[in-house]
Structures are given as C-alpha cells and as structure tokens.
C-alpha cells in the first residue's frame, strides 16, 4: 500500500465521515407516504449495493463493478439531502458527478478517481453494470415498497406500481413479480 500525505489521508476521512451522514438521513418519499420512521440513504443504499451484484450475477455482468455503483449511487445525498420526487420539479442542483468531485476534491487521488469514475459510469447509464445498478435502485424501493405495505401502511403503492414500471433488465423484472406475489416472510421457512 502506498503511504498517503497527512492532508490526503485527511481529506480521505473527511468522506468517510461525510457519508456517514447518510446512515442519518431519512428517505423523504416515504415521509409523504406517511411512513414514520422510513429507511435512511444508508440503509437503501447497502442493499441497492446487494442487489445490483445480484442482478450483475443474473445478467452476466460484473458483480463488483455494479456492487460499487449501488453503493455510490446517492452518496451526493450527504450533501443535497434526499430531494423527493415532488421537490425535484423545483430544485435545480448540479450533476451528481461534480457533487461527487467536490466531496472527494481532498480525499487521496486514487480514492478520487476510484469514485468518481463509477458515480459517471452510473449516470450515463452506457454498461451493463451501470445498467444493472440502476435497476437495482429501483427493485430495492420497490422491496421497501412492499414491506412498508406489508406493515399497513397503504399509502406505498404508486411507489410499488412506478418503480414496477421502470425496470428494464429481464432478472430484475422476474425477481419483482415474484417478490410482488410473496407475503415478504418465505424466508423464514
């Protein structure tokens, strides 16, 4: 392992204690549903992470490469919160990627590059992993979706019918129908 400088090292556990943050941050769209104590980024983001290497597994892609992603895709969060659906037809805001540069602009150059290449392989969307991640996204809020309702709360299911609506790859699609028809305790047995 290379040794960093003091201020590269710094800056690096500057962003691990910035996106710490996001196990603080609740998911906004499911205070609008009413859901009291929603998920936070923290903890969409770990099994976005999970299903993405899933999902890459299923698909022939590579697991690691789309692991990665799920797990950066919404670590600009720490910084923008979690603008909801509703909000973001207001909000203007930077790209994700220049949001992802500042918050790595004094983290190691590696960590930097490391970073900042999968959040732009993420959002231009163009490899099946980016693809695959993506999908992800959405099956987790589809799962939360569910669970939420599952618990009683009835306000979810446009969540569950829009995030239905915008899976594209044929494994993502076959899990959710098949999720969509299980009572979420299987698992169990």
Known sequence: ??????????????????????????????LH????????IAEHS??????SAILAALEGADPGRAALMGTLHDTQ????GDISH??????KTVKNEQVTADQTSTAAPVVATMIGDAVAEYEAQETPESRVAK?????????????????????VQAWV?????????????????????????????
């Open 1 to 30: 392992m290379k040794n960093m400088l003091d201020d590269e090292a710094a800056g690096t556990a500057a962003l691990l204690f910035e996106v710490g943050t996001l196990k603080l941050t609740p998911r906004t769209g499911w």
């Open 33 to 40: 549903a009413q859901v009291r104590h929603p998920e936070s």
């Open 46 to 51: 770990h099994r976005v992470s999970l299903i």
């Open 77 to 80: 969060e720490s910084r923008l």
């Open 86 to 91: 509703v909000g973001k037809a207001y909000v």
């Open 135 to 155: 999908d992800a996204d959405k099956l987790e809020c589809l799962l939360q979706a569910l669970e939420y309702q599952r618990a009683g709360n009835q306000n």
């Open 161 to 189: 019918d829009s995030s239905r609506a915008a899976l594209k790859t044929a494994a993502a699609l076959q899990i959710a129908d098949a999720a969509m028809n299980m009572t979420g305790l299987e698992w169990r047995q």
